[in-house]
């Protein structure tokens, strides 16, 4: 036998115990009507397909399979396998030295038979006289008879055979082995061939129609959002019991992912229209435009007799490659690619549609005419909640591995409460923010009057009503193409708080580990009218766990937008130790719950330890802590008791670890002081000096933030003492804040920042510019203070204690801005992006270049293959440096579909490593995706690819 994982010729003895076995193996095996030869030894793993040799070295059969707990191999006969070999051995050459496609007859009557003794035989009522025939005909070593297990619905023996019938003749002869009977199928294809059975003791003949069985095997595919759906195959459809050439889901993809379908479905609608074949689906796509909202009706093998509704939502952004059809060329084995659709067709038109409820229609506003009251219904479908809002059916996904732990982000709609934002405004709660958007109709005041008497206010605080119009439901998914920056999941529900809102823009602040990433798809729910509409992350704070998430108040339409407002913020003064709060949020049902907390630390210091995959976490933050509040999945506000915001109650996500080897995802909730968000939606709303960003057809600024680039934490003055600071300076900072009692120590600086090599580990920060420091605010005062000086070097002038040693000196400042990644090139399977700001906090990159960072991989991609994984640095390819990203394509493009490619990288523990992978054109093209801040659109663009024409 060849073990593969050895790459050497091993041979293992053992002797064969049964010749004629039924396929051994469950759960889906697709193999059947066949005979498995068991040996009286295992064979090990990796060792599938190898031959099985006699003692003359003839080989006799294939390696299929063993059984860990009996110590059995299984073998697969070669009869079968010969037959097919002369076929291709029959079918020539091109004069390219290619081979000509061959066809191999297959019949089939799409049922399936097992192979039961003669005991078995009589009880399920054979005649004596049939059986002594069959004996009679048989060798002697025959010991039974074939019975039918299965009927495929819909297939040439659907409602002739039942399970149950036991065969006895096929076209005049006596067939007992799955041998004969597939050898006379074979040979009947396209014919009439004659059974005759027993049915419970009752002799039947039956004339059936022998099928072509390439004619229900699959040659192509639909790739949709990253979707795999295709005709039903014969296999699955015996598996599932459904009918062949159904419209089947091998993987659902993003699209599908969002929208709950879980695979092995069937779909049977789609924009209303009735789904029966690949070309339907296809006709549909080809007249919905970006961003349309349409239901889809599918049924799943597990839960066949209920069909299910959803609402699908086409890809707004191009994260995905246009809808392709994929159709399998036996002449080269391969399979070529080519549009679904036309070019004129709305899907590969750049306009987006911001919310389509159903095919042909782009609106942005819900008419209070088509308002239904709010309801909620669930059903429990393969772990998939159902939510249907608005008379909009919207589903969730089914857990999967990234969801699965009770204590991380991915919040489902299922638990009894839900998390909430925060919002950030300055403005009255008797004010108008900006001028108010426009009313109309009867109907709609009607409506909303409606809306608003159905609100219960009994048994609610004051802070609850005076907040709920300001919260907001957030559900956020990332496509798996460009999971950047680490992010840790495709799917993050949360509450978030609205903090501005006019005519032209609206803000939502929400924690980082909700809105993580802005390549993203956000909908926002909202508390205050039940309507759900598209929104962008525009801003992710470098530090602070904040995100501002902006959408479209025209989307909402008139009645919702009046009774939609944002928050009041209360940044001052700072909450102290005692202070009385309330804590409010939103359950599943959009309804504000509170409870009234007491502040236990105003200023708690947030400690989180690198995860194994560097993702943001929250560093050089204070927090405040409660004594009681919802558990780890709850977040939203913190108020006073007239609702004024006075904090963010966000969730922050960590990893614990448990040895060397072993960590499981967990969260908590703490309190975000408003100040921070309350600056920068100030300086958004004002039109400061920054790059400018389109948000809902207009530009505008958006701020950069000067932050010193060093992680820091507090140490208490007790211990500070015995790393050399002196008494006078622990006398003066105890002066300056007689609470915290603490001096700032270095942890460590920022890869490639103007601290790096300034700043040192367990350095104590004593005073900037002459002033003292104890917190981390007063270096972010200190370094806000920069923007405003006509110094223009961006230093700060530092006091610091190395060692004992009492030091001066100048630290220069970053900017950066809050855009996040935006730009991801995939190559060879594997995601490449310029190493964000989690990497460059772990202190280091490489010195050939640090450009080029891995962030992810796809499975059974040439980067799988052959070792390129995520957590490593390209520094050249070929010999030749890749210093960014720019040059790596330079690099690249000139490479070759089936070239070796000689790969240099850097891991991040520092180890450089050498690799070799084979570049493959045809189904790893490479590609881009990039942010396109003319459209605030992401845009994927093909760098390199194969032309088919040239297979």
């Known amino acids: 036998m060849f073990f593969p994982e050895t790459s050497k010729f091993s041979s293992a003895m053992s002797r064969l115990r049964h010749l004629e076995r039924c396929v051994p193996f469950k759960n889906g095996y697709n193999d059947f009507n066949t005979f498995y030869m068991q040996a009286a030894s295992g064979t090990k793993g990796g060792s599938s397909g190898s031959p099985v040799i006699d003692w003359q070295g003839r080989a006799v059969a294939l390696n299929a399979g063993s059984k860990l707990s009996s110590a059995s191999a299984f073998f697969l006969p070669l009869e079968r396998v010969v037959r097919s070999l002369k076929f291709l051995q029959e079918g020539g050459y091109f004069s390219t030295h290619t081979w000509a496609a061959v066809t191999i007859p297959r019949g089939t009557l799409q049922m399936t038979f097992l192979h039961k003794g003669f005991d078995e035989t009589r009880r399920l009522g054979v005649q004596r006289q049939t059986e002594q025939l069959v004996r009679n005909?048989?060798?002697?070593?025959?010991?039974?008879?074939?019975?039918?297990?299965?009927?495929?619905?819909?297939?040439?023996?659907?409602?002739?055979?039942?399970?149950?019938?036991?065969?006895?003749?096929?076209?005049?002869?006596?067939?007992?082995?799955?041998?004969?009977?597939?050898?006379?199928?074979?040979?009947?294809?396209?014919?009439?061939?004659?059974?005759?059975?027993?049915?419970?003791?009752?002799?039947?003949?039956v004339n059936l129609l022998v099928q072509d069985l390439h004619s229900i095997t699959p040659d192509h595919f639909l790739e949709v959002s990253g979707a795999v759906i295709h005709p039903l195959s014969y296999q699955q459809a015996r598996n599932f019991r459904f009918n062949c050439g159904l419209v089947y889901i091998a993987e659902p993809g993003y699209m599908l992912y969002?929208?709950?379908?879980?695979?092995?479905?069937?779909?049977?609608?789609?924009?209303?229209?009735?789904?029966?074949?690949?070309?339907?689906?296809?006709?549909?796509?080809?007249?919905?435009?970006?961003?349309?909202?349409?239901?889809?009706?599918?049924?799943?093998?597990?839960?066949?007799?209920?069909?299910?509704?959803?609402?699908?939502?086409?890809?707004?952004?191009?994260?995905?490659?246009?809808?392709?059809?994929?159709?399998?060329?036996?002449?080269?084995?391969?399979?070529?690619?080519?549009?679904?659709?036309?070019?004129?067709?709305?899907?590969?038109?750049?306009?987006?549609?911001?919310?389509?409820?159903?095919?042909?229609?782009?609106?942005?506003?819900?008419?209070?005419?088509?308002?239904?009251?709010?309801?909620?219904?669930?059903?429990?479908?393969?772990?998939?909640?159902?939510?249907?809002?608005?008379?909009?059916?919207?589903?969730?996904?089914?857990?999967?591995?990234?969801?699965?732990?009770?204590?991380?982000?991915?919040?489902?709609?299922?638990?009894?409460?839900?998390?909430?934002?925060?919002?950030?405004?300055?403005c009255s709660l008797n004010e108008r923010r900006e001028e108010r958007l426009d009313e109309s109709g009867s109907v709609e005041d009607a409506v909303l009057r409606d809306y608003q008497g159905a609100v219960p206010v009994?048994?609610?605080?004051?802070?609850?009503?005076?907040?709920?119009?300001?919260?907001?439901?957030?559900?956020?998914?990332?496509?798996?193409?460009?999971?950047?920056?680490?992010?840790?999941?495709?799917?993050?529900?949360?509450?978030?708080?609205?903090?501005?809102?006019?005519?032209?823009?609206?803000?939502?602040?929400?924690d980082k580990n909700t809105g993580a990433v802005p390549v993203s798809d956000v909908m926002l729910s909202f508390a205050a009218f039940p309507i759900e509409i598209p929104a962008e992350v525009v801003f992710l704070h470098p530090f602070h766990n904040f995100a501002l998430v902006a959408y479209d108040p025209t989307a909402l339409g008139a009645a919702a937008a009046s009774v939609v407002r944002a928050a009041e913020l209360l940044p001052e003064p700072a909450l102290l130790r005692g202070d009385s709060v309330f804590l409010v949020g939103l359950s599943r049902s959009l309804q504000a719950t509170s409870r009234k907390s007491i502040v236990t630390n105003p200023s708690a210091a947030v400690n989180i330890g690198s995860s194994d995959v560097p993702r943001y976490r929250a560093t050089n933050m204070e927090v405040i802590e409660l004594d009681t509040d919802f558990g780890s999945t709850f977040s939203g506000v913190l108020t006073d008791e007239r609702g004024r915001v006075l904090a963010l109650w966000g969730s922050f996500s960590t990893q614990l670890k448990y040895g060397s080897s072993s960590s499981e995802e967990h969260q908590f909730v703490r309190g975000i002081p408003i100040y921070k968000i309350s600056q920068l939606v100030n300086r958004i709303t004002s039109g400061t000096e920054g790059?400018?960003?389109?948000?809902?057809?207009?530009?505008?600024?958006?701020?950069?933030?000067?932050?010193?680039e060093v992680e820091l934490y507090p140490t208490l003055l007790s211990k500070a003492r015995s790393f050399g600071l002196s008494d006078a300076w622990i006398q003066a900072l105890v002066k300056k804040d007689p609470l915290r009692r603490q001096v700032l120590q270095v942890k460590g600086c920022f890869a490639g920042s103007k601290a790096e090599n300034l700043l040192e580990q367990g350095d104590m920060i004593?005073?900037?510019?002459?002033?003292?420091?104890?917190?981390?605010?007063?270096?972010?005062?200190?370094?806000?203070?920069?923007?405003?000086?006509?110094?223009?070097?961006?230093?700060?002038?530092?006091?610091?204690?190395?060692?004992?040693n009492e030091i001066e000196l100048l630290v220069g400042t970053d900017v950066r801005d809050g855009n996040g990644a935006k730009r991801a090139i995939n190559w060879c399977g594997g995601i490449l992006q310029e190493p964000y700001p989690a990497v460059r906090a772990l202190g280091f990159l490489p010195e050939e270049g640090h450009g080029v960072y891995v962030a992810r991989w796809c499975h059974g991609s040439p980067a799988h293959r052959h070792g390129l994984f995520a957590l490593q640095w390209i520094v050249e390819v070929n010999g030749k440096p890749t210093p960014n990203l720019d040059a790596f394509v330079d690099v690249t493009k000139a490479i070759e579909h089936g070239e070796f490619v000689r790969v240099r990288s850097v891991h991040l523990n520092g180890k450089p490593r050498v690799l070799t992978l084979k570049q493959d054109l045809h189904y790893w093209p490479t590609w881009e995706l990039r942010f396109d801040p003319e459209t605030a659109m992401w845009r994927r663009k093909v760098i390199k690819s194969l032309d088919s024409s040239v297979l």
């Not at 039974?144 to 006895?168: F, K, W």
């Open 137 to 205: 005909s048989t060798p002697p070593t025959e010991t039974g008879m074939l019975v039918v297990d299965s009927v495929v619905p819909g297939g040439p023996a659907h409602n002739h055979l039942e399970p149950g019938d036991v065969l006895i003749r096929m076209n005049g002869e006596v067939v007992t082995q799955f041998l004969k009977m597939e050898t006379l199928l074979d040979d009947s294809v396209e014919q009439k061939i004659e059974l005759q059975i027993e049915r419970g003791g009752t002799p039947l003949t």
């Open 458 to 510: 009994e048994a609610t605080s004051v802070p609850e009503r005076v907040i709920e119009p300001s919260l907001v439901m957030f559900e956020v998914h990332v496509p798996s193409s460009c999971m950047l920056d680490g992010v840790h999941s495709q799917h993050f529900f949360g509450t978030g708080v609205i903090v501005y809102h006019s005519q032209t823009m609206g803000l939502v602040a929400v």
């Open 258 to 426: 969002r929208a709950g379908v879980p695979r092995h479905s069937i779909i049977k609608k789609f924009a209303g229209e009735g789904i029966s074949r690949l070309e339907d689906l296809i006709s549909v796509l080809s007249k919905l435009s970006r961003g349309a909202r349409v239901p889809l009706e599918y049924i799943n093998y597990k839960e066949r007799h209920q069909k299910k509704s959803v609402l699908v939502t086409i890809d707004r952004h191009e994260w995905y490659a246009p809808p392709q059809i994929y159709k399998r060329e036996d002449s080269s084995g391969l399979w070529t690619a080519k549009l679904a659709l036309q070019q004129e067709s709305p899907l590969l038109v750049s306009g987006i549609c911001p919310i389509e409820n159903h095919a042909g229609s782009c609106t942005s506003e819900v008419s209070p005419k088509d308002y239904i009251p709010e309801k909620v219904i669930q059903e429990s479908t393969d772990g998939v909640t159902s939510m249907e809002i608005s008379g909009e059916h919207v589903a969730e996904r089914p857990n999967t591995r990234d969801d699965s732990d009770n204590g991380t982000k991915k919040r489902r709609l299922k638990e009894d409460s839900s998390e909430d934002g925060n919002v950030i405004t300055d």
């Open 691 to 708: 790059p400018p960003r389109l948000i809902n057809g207009l530009r505008r600024p958006m701020p950069c933030i000067r932050i010193l």
């Open 766 to 804: 004593l005073a900037i510019n002459k002033k003292l420091v104890t917190c981390f605010r007063d270096i972010e005062d200190a370094c806000q203070l920069l923007d405003h000086s006509r110094n223009d070097d961006g230093k700060l002038d530092l006091t610091i204690v190395r060692r004992g």
